[in-house]
Nanobody, 125 residues
Framework: QVQLVESGGGLVQAGESLRLSCSASGRTFSTYVMGWFRQAPGKEREFVGAIRWSDGFTRYADSVKGRFTISRDNAKNTVYLQMNSLKPEDTAVYYC??????????????????WGQGTQVTVSS
């Protein structure tokens, strides 16, 4: 059974940094794409970025490009979302997701097969 567990959320001030972790278990994830999504109150869940586990290829939403970085640690089966220069509009619940297909990272929710429970990130102004 696949399990994705996010951690690292919290309350920070604008301009500060935060690193989220997604610990994956239950499968060999070397052929997966791991994505990060977020959902702000009253808004739809949106794509933040993703990484192809096999080679580290990444893709980001325009809104976070240059501020957020996704990486993975194969030994720990963990994916990270490093968030720098945070803005109040980054406030959301952040979700980790896994896509079983061996493709380029995709941006749509339906492409992902497994989801974590989410972790809250709040950025104060």
């Amino acid at each position: 059974q696949v399990q994705l567990v996010e951690s690292g959320g919290g309350l920070v001030q604008a301009g500060e940094s935060l690193r989220l972790s997604c610990s994956a278990s239950g499968r060999t994830f070397s052929t997966y794409v791991m994505g990060w999504f977020r959902q702000a109150p009253g808004k739809e869940r949106e794509f933040v970025g993703a990484i192809r586990w096999s080679d580290g290829f990444t893709r980001y939403a325009d809104s976070v490009k240059g501020r957020f970085t996704i990486s993975r640690d194969n030994a720990k089966n963990t994916v990270y979302l490093q968030m720098n220069s945070l803005k109040p509009e980054d406030t959301a619940v952040y979700y980790c997701a896994a896509d079983r297909s061996l493709l380029l990272p995709r941006t749509t929710l339906g492409a992902y097969d497994y989801w974590g429970q989410g972790t809250q990130v709040t950025v104060s102004s």
